[in-house]
């Protein structure tokens, strides 16, 4: 019963009320999704203190250390779904998006892109970061 990407119903601030999946994300899963370069890559641009074995952290997004006290599972959803509904113009990619590009490319290859385009996350992994996510809190 997963929610399409072009499905997703926003809020007025960019959250996203439903779950993705309706089943609950893994918080290990989601620590490994946020941590690795060749999955979610979010520590290139985000630090978290919570990860000191994660070398490379970012800095040209907000330090998130503590997200889990003053943001909500809805708001961290959409902000992962895509950043750019509650924060305009943000450089944060839209990870579970699949329509709406401008122009959209092959992987490097300087072609346009074949259809279908896939979100970089999954439903599932999306849940998943969110759920790490709520455990940082001061």
């Known amino acids: 019963n997963v929610v399409a990407p072009d499905d997703v119903t926003?809020?007025?601030?960019?959250?996203?009320?439903?779950?993705?999946?309706?089943?609950?994300?893994d918080?290990?899963?989601?620590?490994?999704?946020?941590?690795?370069?060749?999955?979610?890559n979010c520590v290139s641009c985000?630090?978290?203190?919570?990860?000191p074995d994660v070398?490379?952290?970012?800095?040209?997004?907000?330090?998130?250390?503590?997200?889990?006290?003053?943001?909500t599972p809805e708001e961290l959803r959409g902000i992962?779904?895509?950043?750019?509904k509650t924060f305009?113009?943000?450089v944060m990619p839209a990870f579970y998006k699949t329509s709406g590009f401008i122009r959209p490319g092959d992987n490097y290859?300087?072609?346009a892109a074949k259809d279908p385009i896939q979100p970089i996350l999954s439903a599932q992994d999306v849940e998943d970061?969110?759920?790490?996510l709520m455990t940082l809190k001061d």
Not at 46 to 51: E, I, N, P, R, S
């Open 10 to 25: 926003f809020g007025e601030y960019g959250e996203v009320e439903a779950s993705l999946t309706g089943a609950p994300g």
């Open 80 to 84: 992962l779904v895509n950043a750019k």
């Open 27 to 40: 918080v290990d899963k989601g620590r490994e999704i946020f941590s690795e370069k060749s999955l979610g």
């Open 88 to 90: 305009d113009g943000t």
């Open 129 to 132: 970061v969110v759920a790490f």
């Open 46 to 51: 985000h630090q978290v203190g919570a990860l």
């Open 109 to 111: 290859t300087g072609k």
């Open 55 to 71: 070398p490379f952290q970012g800095e040209v997004g907000p330090l998130l250390d503590g997200i889990g006290e003053y943001r």
